[in-house]
């Protein structure tokens, strides 16, 4: 072996040494990425929310006076105002928004990066992304139907801060409305390996006297992946 292929082997060794070593503490910077308080809790996977979950109260919160007349006049398909005429946005393929996605009957997936947690929605491909690196809300877009989501771990829970939604969804399959100064906070934890709950308290003083708390509880599908679905080409008959 000439002396010029000897020294281009061993700096393509080298190269493909700093390489795997880059990569494996890439990896642990993902896996052990703390707290303050140890590592952070592993949250992904394919999760399906509660069957039984078309609200996120049994305690019906105080709305205000022009909040009440709208969920007075609303027609859900479901619950026990539920009409045969139903009126309620989806069924016309209006997207559920955030945070009503959360109780539509269909699985979520959870990715977690190192600067972001995101959450991938079978139901019409809809995608949340919660940032973990920003402080403060984004000013530079208006009201979406998912909203500008930032979050931080307390512990093992993640804390996820939401506003920048728009008014055009309900909260739930029930009919509840919200202004476009609905501010949402979740508690995202896994209370063991099966089961993950979301904790929510909605803030919202144009629509509610005072702000209220809910819930929404996951379970673990490990061996589900996500189909496809969208709404247009299922129109005759929502999942229940």
Known sequence: MSNRLRVFFVLLVALLACSSLAFAQYRQLAATRTSGAGPVPDLSGVWMERADAITFSKTEPALQPGAAAQFRAAKPGYGPRATADSQDPILSCQP????RILLIPF???IVQLPGEVIMLFEYDHMVRHISLDRREHSKEFGPTWMGDSI???EGNTLVVDTIGLNEESWLDQVGHPHSDALHIVERIRRVDRETLQIDITFDDPKAYVKPWTGQQVFTLK???HLAE???EDNMS???R
């Open 237 to 239: 008959e929502p999942r």
């Open 229 to 231: 679905y969208v709404c």
């Open 96 to 99: 559920p928004g955030m945070p």
């Open 222 to 224: 490990p061996t589900w």
């Open 151 to 153: 979050g931080r771990w």
């Open 107 to 109: 699985p979520m997936q």
